[in-house]
């Protein structure tokens, strides 16, 4: 049964049968001042509420319940079925299966050290080991409980499990665990809220990771999924199969992320990106890369004594040099798997190479290069020659939205053209065979 809803003919009160049938609730709307008890009545007969009043009342006594416009307030209540007793006979090591109250956990290997399941692993099977008892509705009738381990399977199949033939089955990979209703399911999304310290050491997870905090190094994290931090990162290599964002400073990091990364502000650090790489604030000696697009938010992101690689546009605030340093600001040929290569290729911790301990690293190496060299020929492949060039660059364009230092390389593709003196509001791209710059207006 699902939740059932009746209403007044202005829908200022609304009735809620849960999909037990065991509990309804009252809301009356903000702007309900006056309340007619009359559709009240004529809401619980439509229903069919008979039973369960007293024990609503009393509920919210012992628990000092008041009403509250707007709320829902609990107006009858009776007695759910008690499911059996019953134990799962485990495929995995139950023992070492992710607790429930995991998101507090302060020692992350204590997390990622769990047992892991790709999909299609069987977990368990299911035994009653003592029968349930019959419980009532509001309606007044008999709610028998699960008789059977198929339809208690189905009661205690959670999250990322399916249950057939006695089975419990996992159907995408990730953390195996007993959640807080007692439901067997898989963890895709690993939220903590605390601190990660990864100490020297690898760590891999293999769902999606949220972190309510900071991840400190020295060290190495592999995320098979997204990754989101709303602290601050330092002194980690990174590389996530999904989307990251990173709303605290990101200091002497490496982080490469498959897809889209959006971060707030960079300091002495690689941020390479599969997709696109939004920049909020300020990033300074950093290398920033992105497979499309580079994207400042607005005029007040700076990059300082950065270089900057796209294969499609690049757009910030100021690119402003300090030191006589030779940044770039470059459109060029697939950047991120040039990258990428590199990466994999010289991946370290603590001066000494740890590619035995990274999982299928050889593949890893050879998909790069394999998307390198298709990228390469997708994006040369309507250019006869440097010297005959035929190629579109409509879409490929430098945007300087605040102020460009001098001694700044600018190249789209094969083009070249270094900055003199210094500039402000400036976009380049190519016309007639040449770097072409113009001042932007707002």
């Given at each position: 049964m699902k939740e059932r809803?009746?209403?007044n003919d202005n829908k200022s009160i609304?009735?809620?049968?849960?999909?037990?049938?065991?509990q309804a609730y009252l809301k009356l709307s903000e702007n309900c001042l006056f309340t007619d008890e009359k559709e009240i009545d004529s809401l619980i007969t439509n229903a069919g509420i008979k039973y369960g009043f007293e024990n609503a009342k009393k509920h919210q006594k012992q628990n000092n319940l008041r009403k509250e416009l707007g709320k829902p307030f609990l107006i009858a209540q009776q007695t759910p079925p008690k499911i059996p007793d019953y134990k799962y006979n485990f495929s995995i090591n139950h023992n070492n299966l992710l607790p429930s109250d995991y998101k507090h956990e302060s020692n992350f290997a204590n997390i990622v050290n769990r047992v892991i399941v790709n999909s299609g692993t069987e977990l368990a099977t299911l035994t009653i080991t003592n029968e349930g008892e019959a419980g009532t509705d509001i309606f007044g009738s008999t709610i028998h409980p699960p008789s059977t381990e198929s339809e208690l399977g189905n009661i205690l199949c959670g999250s990322g499990v399916d249950f057939h033939d006695n089975q419990f089955i996992s159907n995408q990979?990730?953390?195996p665990l007993i959640d807080s209703d007692g439901k067997l399911s898989i963890c895709s999304l690993l939220t903590l809220e605390t601190d990660i310290v990864i100490d020297n050491n690898y760590y891999t997870t293999p769902c999606s990771l949220y972190i309510e905090g900071n991840i400190c190094g020295p060290g190495y994290l592999e995320v098979e999924g997204n990754l989101a931090v709303t602290g601050k990162i330092s002194n980690v290599k990174i590389f996530c199969?999904?989307?990251?964002l990173v709303k605290g400073q990101v200091t002497k990091t490496i982080l490469i992320a498959d897809k889209t990364i959006g971060i707030s502000e960079a300091t002495d650090s690689k941020i390479i990106a599969g997709n696109n790489l939004k920049i909020e604030g300020q990033v300074e000696k950093c290398l920033l890369v992105a497979e499309n697009s580079v994207i400042g938010n607005n005029q007040d992101n700076n990059c300082r004594d950065c270089s900057i690689y796209a294969s499609q546009s690049i757009s910030v605030?100021?690119?402003i040099l300090t030191q006589k340093r030779k940044e770039e600001l470059a459109i060029c040929y697939s950047p991120y798997y040039r990258e990428l290569l590199s990466y994999w290729h010289n991946t370290s911790l603590n001066g000494k190479t740890i590619n035995v301990n990274i999982p299928k690293i050889d593949e890893k190496l050879l998909l790069a290069e394999q998307n390198f060299m298709d990228n390469f020929s997708k994006q040369n492949k309507d250019q006869d020659s440097e010297n005959n060039p035929i190629r579109d660059y409509s879409d490929n364009s430098i945007l300087i939205n605040g102020k460009l230092s001098s001694g700044a390389m600018v190249r789209i593709y094969h083009y070249f053209l270094k900055i003199d003196e210094d500039t402000e509001r400036i976009v380049f791209n190519i016309i007639d065979n040449s770097i072409n710059f113009s001042r932007t207006v707002y």
């Open positions: 809803y009746f209403y609304i009735l809620t049968v849960d999909n037990e049938g065991t990979s990730g953390f199969s999904g989307k990251t605030g100021s690119f």
